[in-house]
């Protein structure tokens, strides 16, 4: 029987492990891995060197139009490029970018322009060959792939998330970005129903790792 091509949703807030399991898995199950934290935090980037503010959505909507989007796979991560340009690590880390992110992403015009990009990616995954697509962000399982194969929401709580962005040496407005992208309006950031909540609080990147992968081990074996 031929292997199935997988979807794997992993949602939840800021540092609950998100980028960390989704590389492991891609690794493990030799998947397309897909940050789309990055993505909006690129086209954040991109919007404030435009010098567009937070506040005016009329700029925002006529910036997007214009911004070329495209994916370049490095290893098993798909990049996204912005006038075939990938916008440096640094960039999007940026306390300014920190800042307006969660601003940004709340203006339903934003999410509906990553909206077919991102699902788009499940065919880059399939032209590339590899074995499905792990895909992280806060609405994947609610709004992008409600459908996946595997739907995952990871837990941490707000101290122990801050200690772990604080161990990577980053100042992050963490709380500031969990609410505003609670509260929004569009794709708010919940765990949606069906999807498996896991709290990784008081567990360990491995022991999240190998709990998923004991589950999508039911139906596609890890290469590694
Ligand atoms: O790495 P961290 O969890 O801190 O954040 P991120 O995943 O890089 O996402 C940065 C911001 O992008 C989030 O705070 C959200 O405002 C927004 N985002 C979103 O709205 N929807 C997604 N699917 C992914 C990110
Ligand atoms: O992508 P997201 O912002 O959700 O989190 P991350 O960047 O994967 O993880 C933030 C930090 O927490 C990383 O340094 C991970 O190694 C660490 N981490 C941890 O200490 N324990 C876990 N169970 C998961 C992540």
């Known amino acids: 029987m031929p292997s199935p091509f997988l979807i794997v949703a992993i ?3 800021a540092a609950s492990g998100k980028s960390s399991t989704s590389r492991a898995l891609s690794e493990r199950f030799d998947f397309l891995h897909a940050d789309t934290g990055s993505y909006y935090r690129a086209v954040t980037a991109e919007l404030l060197r435009r010098g567009v503010a937070t506040g005016s959505v009329d700029a925002v909507r006529a910036a997007l139009g214009t911004l070329a989007l495209s994916t370049r796979v490095e290893g098993r991560s798909a990049r996204m490029e912005i006038g075939g340009r990938i ?5 999007i880390r940026s306390p300014a970018v920190n800042a307006a992110v969660s601003h940004f992403a709340a203006i339903p015009e934003v999410r509906a322009a990553l909206l077919a990009y991102q699902r788009g990616q499940a065919e880059v995954a399939r032209e590339r060959g590899f074995r499905g697509l792990v895909m992280e962000g806060r609405d994947i399982g609610s709004v992008i792939f409600p459908d996946a194969d595997f739907r995952f929401f990871l837990h941490a ?5 801050a200690r772990r962005r604080a161990r990577e040496g980053q100042t992050d407005s963490i709380a500031e970005r969990d609410r505003l992208d609670t509260s929004r309006k569009t794709a708010p950031l919940t765990c949606p129903p069906g999807a498996i909540d896991i709290d990784s609080t008081f567990m360990t990147l491995d022991e999240v790792v190998n709990r998923i992968t004991g589950m999508l081990a039911t139906r596609l074996s890890p290469v590694a």
């Not at 916008?87 to 960039?91: D, R």
């Not at 709580?157 to 998330?161: N, S």
């Open 87 to 91: 916008v440096p690590e640094a960039e």
């Open 11 to 13: 949602d939840g807030g």
């Open 157 to 161: 709580d707000p101290e122990e998330r």
